[in-house]
């Protein structure tokens, strides 16, 4: 046995070393995940303060480091169309128009801190003025001029720390009615990332839907 190794030292140190390598370059990947999974920014987007449609709409910031949120959009689907308006620009009354110079008061276009939180309005409201948008009645959100809600739809557009590139974050609650009155049902457990490079260019894309 010896014999046969002191015959054969050169190709099992050669053997050795390979698969050494292997196993730096398996942890080095292991590392290299671990690094890019931490470093990755996540929105989540969730109810708060119940499950009705009086229920507040939250987005968090639970990246490594800040974001600077350019839009939020809502769609309503329905059992004919889907119907969208950008929510980034507070709705303006008539009677206060030009009234508001604080940029804050204005919009919730801007930096968000990361481990912070901020809600949109109740989820009634926000149906509300996705329906006034598009020149529907918002008195009932089951039937408007004979349609029925299905569904809402949440996104949210970003760019995260010092990336150009845009991140997005969506997440759909459906809108169901029970013996209770009406419930907002998540269809995902997890607010969806869009985080990754084939998944920007669907952000990108949400971008020009929002300037055409």
Known sequence: MMDWISQNSSAITALTSVCTLFVWLF?????????????????IINRGFGRTLQARCVISNMSPEPIFIEHIVAILHSDR??????????????????ESGRLIETTRQGPMLSGSYNHIGTFHDIVGRVLRANGLPSDNFQSTDGRTL?????????????????VGAARTFSLTMGDSGEALVPTRLVTRRFASRLRRHRVRRWIRELDD
């Open 150 to 166: 299905q569904s809402i739809e949440l996104r949210v557009i970003a760019v995260y720390g010092s990336e150009d590139s845009p």
């Open 81 to 98: 169309e889907a119907i969208s308006k950008d929510l980034i620009d507070f709705e303006e009354s008539p009677d206060k128009q030009g």
């Open 27 to 43: 942890y080095a990947q292991l590392l290299y995940l671990n690094f890019r999974r931490q470093r990755q920014p996540k929105i």
